[in-house]
């Protein structure tokens, strides 16, 4: 009896689910709700606290702040100048004020202005003279060639854009692969429980037997060395239990990077909530359609692409020559000023503007380096397209062999337990010796892990179908929003 008892001890000792006040392990809690641990409940925590997640989501921030300095420059500018000659023989004060306008469609701006003088100026400066009330002004520049379809400033706004869809597809690309991976920690633990209860259970038969190996040798029936047998048997099962727990425990704190509490806190799931069975690894259902655009990795090639081709359209852009028109209108109002009547009518003027380098260097070779930064973009587009067709159909082949090891193991395992049964029955009637009814016992739960494993494995596949696929719903991430 003391082998039952040993045997009970080290099960209770070995039993507590949840870790508590572990130095170096993560914060665990106990949860009260005694309902069996879902991949949907992982997947839902995951997704709402996972650090990279958050991560990811706070350099989607940055990029839209980014694009917000980038449109900056078309803000409107308001100055305002003033001066005033405080010695000399002319006693000329002139302010003014300013406000101009970039054009969003063109190179160009437009502009206001209100100018008003007082005081005598040299000739050289007689354009500072205005009537009493001062001189209104509105003009613009309109760019002909160069910076007419693009130019510095609103290339940098569209390349900012660009950055804001890479943002939000590498957080889209960093969502899928930490649910991948809180699905495959997730499947891990319901494997390593699973197994666990398993070689609990054989040893527990070993145990059942104990007092009948006893109570036989008492009797005589049976040699004193039966029960040496039967301990040393006993030692082998408990080295079993002892080494499927600790792999338990360690699949439980690698799940608490993926299953946390309210406020974020990793939580070390209590061995309580562990599923019965092992349909609990049958939880992701991949939808069959699959889009190429659809993956992140794919959408950010295109959009580098689509960089690449708007500093080609800017490389072109300062090839052209410059060929700007300006025009203003300006009305002094008021009594007339010290600079005389003159400035009383309408005025009106228009200008061109030309200008063009003659090597223009800088501007080809900015040219030829986004060509070939775009033929090589197009290379790596191609290649990546027949990279995921391929990991997907491989996928694919992989989803289809672990059906068929499951049904193949299923088959092997209800032939080992019947097998394990029977013996049993031979060993209580005397027909069997204490060896071969062992063999048959650990063959059934050796068969019973390896279809636990097949069913991990048709499980892993399908969540990394899922995840090539970049289902978003299978893997739980519908409602997290861009």
């Not at 992982?42 to 990029?63: C, D, F, K, T, Y």
């Not at 049958?282 to 993956?295: K, M, Q, T, V, Y």
């Not at 005389?340 to 030309?354: A, C, D, H, K, S």
């Not at 992989?398 to 088959?411: G, I, R, S, Y």
Request: glycine share 8%; no cysteine.
């Amino acid at each position: 009896m003391r082998i039952v008892i040993g045997m009970a001890a080290l099960l209770s000792a070995a039993v507590p689910a949840t870790v508590h006040g572990q130095e170096g392990s993560p914060q665990s809690s106990v949860n009260e709700a005694a309902l069996p641990l879902t991949l949907q409940e992982v997947l839902r925590s995951s997704a709402r606290s996972a650090p990279e997640i958050i991560a990811a989501l706070a350099r989607n921030r940055q990029a839209e702040a980014r694009a917000l300095t980038a449109q900056g420059a078309f803000d409107t500018v308001f100055a305002v100048e003033a001066r005033s000659r405080t010695l000399g023989y002319y006693d000329g004060t002139e302010i003014a004020g300013k406000t101009e306008q970039p054009l969003s469609n063109n190179g160009g701006y437009v502009y206001g202005q209100y100018r008003a003088s007082r005081g005598d100026f040299p000739i050289y400066e007689d354009k500072s003279y205005t009537n009493r009330l001062g001189e209104l002004k509105v003009g613009g520049l309109y760019s002909l060639l160069r910076d007419r379809l693009i130019d510095a400033r609103r290339s940098e706004f569209r390349l900012a854009a660009n950055d804001i869809d890479i943002a939000r597809f590498e957080t889209r690309a960093t969502s899928i692969g930490v649910q991948a991976r809180a699905v495959e920690a997730y499947q891990k633990w319901v494997a390593a429980g699973l197994k666990l209860k398993a070689y609990e259970a054989l040893l527990a038969l070993a145990g059942g037997r104990t007092d009948g190996i006893e109570r036989q040798v008492q009797l005589g029936a049976k040699p004193d060395i039966l029960l040496t047998e039967n301990e040393a048997n006993l030692v082998r099962r408990q080295a079993f239990v002892v080494e499927a727990r600790q792999d338990f425990r360690a699949a439980a704190v690698k799940l608490s990077l993926y299953y946390r509490s309210a406020d974020g806190t990793p939580v070390v799931v209590d061995e309580a909530r562990l599923p019965a069975d092992a349909t609990a690894l049958d939880g992701i259902r991949s939808d069959p359609a699959f889009n190429l655009e659809g993956r992140p990795d794919f959408a950010i090639m295109l959009e580098e692409i689509d960089k690449a081709t708007v500093k080609l359209a800017l490389a072109r852009n300062d090839l052209m020559p410059r060929l700007d028109l300006g025009g203003e209108v300006a009305k002094d109002v008021g009594p007339a000023g010290l600079g005389g009547t003159n400035r009383t009518p309408l005025e009106m003027i228009v200008g061109i503007t030309f200008k063009i380098p003659l090597q223009n260097r800088k501007a080809k070779g900015k040219l030829a380096e986004t060509r070939a930064k775009i033929d090589e973009l197009s290379v790596k587009q191609q290649f990546l397209a027949e990279k995921i067709r391929a990991e997907v159909t491989a996928i694919g082949i992989e989803v289809d062999t672990a059906n068929q090891l499951v049904a193949t193991t299923e088959k092997e395992l209800v032939l080992a337990q019947r097998l394990a049964s029977a013996e049993r029955r031979r060993f209580a009637l005397g027909s069997s010796d204490f060896f071969l009814v062992n063999q048959r016992e650990e063959s059934a739960t050796n068969a019973e892990v390896k279809l636990i494993e097949a069913q991990a494995r048709i499980a892993a596949a399908r969540a990394e179908l899922a995840a090539a696929t970049a289902d978003e719903d299978a893997l739980g991430l519908a409602a997290i929003s861009e």
